[in-house]
């Protein structure tokens, strides 16, 4: 099983057979709130009847289409509703089938673009301590959590900025923590080492999801949009948990204010239906490509299921949701309570840090002395037990709840967490 111990799985599985709302169900009928919705993905929760629709529909009509030299009219027309969201700039979509598959794709669109230009010579990728960017060679390489490499030699050509994780200045932080801008100016050092024109982009999570919700310091992701523009160096924001509003803005890059080069997407694009990504690529670097690439197939690129039609589908459909219902942006008004509940954990035992932003959270827990990561698993079992779906991360907890999630929900978590601290050892 994928990032599952297996025999300790294997002793005592913890299956889900179905999923409502805010809502799944185990295998034994157990109802158990989805604080995490799915795995930072089903934002507008779980099994909506109009994607069901849709996905039916057109897996009646047309099942498959070839992508080599040929498409269909899907990828068009939900790339055309996409852009109407993203920042202004980022207007090309290339459809992928993962986070992985769209982190290693931008890396390559960085590449296809410098070739083009015939600065062949900028093949580095800068990336960040900490960051989680999926699973391909690339992303491991650019990744910087080391049990996502340890096993896995021969690794692209990489070098990483510092993370910004900073508890003695800025525990208990709410929203983006004051200290640590100057972290973003080890790019200047980076720089000074390999040479800017050896560097091809530095892609960061604009606020990092998997190594448990690193909130940039105020600053920080303009200083780094600065210091790329000034060296000629693509910036790719990895926004596979921040897209589709997780942080009450469409993007994470419409919340700061600072526009990337290349944004990968997948998670709430579909709402988590059917696999789905997606690469949205500024128009001068579609253009480029596309005029200066001296291949007939300019992106030499491409996958057998890009632009499925059941994940167009499904993806269409998940995006009239999120415009009905004002999903993209109705975290902004969400993140008060949102903040106000998880920072009332801040007295529990053990509870060494707390981090928010929009709807994404985590509460950082002392680890055990000599063995880290067993009282965030404790934490997970606990909860799954008493009907609360959380996220653990070594020993932190991150909660990225649906977006639909209402008051009561959100006294739900807080009263079942505050239960699940008091017991845990
Ligand atoms: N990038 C980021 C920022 C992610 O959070 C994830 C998944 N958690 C990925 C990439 C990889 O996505 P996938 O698991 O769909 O390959």
Redesign the pocket.
């Known amino acids: 099983m994928p990032f599952t111990a297996n025999r300790a799985f294997k002793a005592a599985p913890r299956l889900l057979q179905r999923a409502k709302g805010m809502w799944y169900w185990d295998v034994d009928n157990r109802p158990i709130l989805d604080a995490t919705a799915g ?2 993905c089903v934002n507008a929760g779980h099994c909506r009847s109009e994607i069901h629709q849709a996905i039916m529909e057109q897996s009646r009509t047309l099942d498959f289409a070839p992508t080599f030299q040929m498409g269909h009219p899907l990828p068009f027309q939900f790339a055309r509703r996409l852009i109407q969201h993203t920042p202004v700039g980022l207007e090309h979509v290339f459809f992928t089938n ?6 290693d794709t931008a890396l390559k669109i960085a590449l296809a673009y410098h070739h083009a230009h015939g600065e062949v010579e900028r093949i580095l990728f800068i990336g960040r301590e900490k960051a ?4 391909g060679f690339g ?1 491991i390489s650019v990744g910087g959590l080391p049990n996502n490499r340890a096993a896995f030699a021969n690794r692209l050509l990489t070098d990483h900025l510092p993370h910004t994780l900073d508890l003695e200045h800025n525990a208990f932080s709410r929203g983006m923590p004051s200290y640590g801008i100057e972290k973003a100016d080890a790019l200047h050092e980076l720089i000074r080492k390999h040479g800017a024109e050896r560097i091809a982009a530095v892609i960061v ?1 604009p606020v990092a ?2 190594a448990g919700v690193i909130v940039p310091p105020v600053g920080y992701l303009q200083r780094l949009r600065d210091i790329c523009t000034a060296h000629g160096i693509l910036l790719i924001f ?1 926004e ?2 921040t897209g589709f509003g997780r942080l009450g803005t469409p993007f994470a890059s419409n919340f700061f204010g600072v526009v990337p080069d290349i944004m ?1 997407t ?2 709430g694009l579909t709402n988590a239906a059917v696999p789905m ?1 997606a690469v949205f690529v500024s128009e001068w670097i579609y253009d480029d490509i596309i005029k200066n690439a001296v291949q007939p197939i300019e992106l030499f690129h491409g996958y057998t299921y890009s632009g499925h039609p059941l994940a167009c589908a499904a993806g269409l459909a998940a995006l009239q949701i999120y415009e009905n219902e004002g999903l993209l942006t109705r975290g902004t008004g969400l993140a008060i309570p949102f903040e106000e509940m998880v920072h009332s954990l801040r007295d529990q035992p053990n509870v060494i840090d707390i981090r928010n932003l929009g709807l994404m959270a985590a509460i950082e827990l002392q680890p055990k002395p000599g063995a880290p990561g067993i009282r965030g698993m404790e934490v997970m079992k606990l909860a799954f037990e008493q009907g609360l779906l959380l996220r653990v991360t070594g020993d932190i907890i991150a909660l990225s709840p649906p977006l639909i999630i209402e008051e009561e929900h959100m006294s739900q978590i807080q009263q079942k967490l505050v239960k699940i601290l008091q017991v845990v050892s």
Do not use: C, Q
């Not at 993962?98 to 982190?103: D, N, P």
């Not at 989680?132 to 699973?135: A, K, S, T």
């Open positions: 795995l930072w993962s986070g992985s598959e769209s982190v989680y960017h999926g699973v992303g999570e999801g998997s990895d596979v948990i990968t997948a998670k990504g």
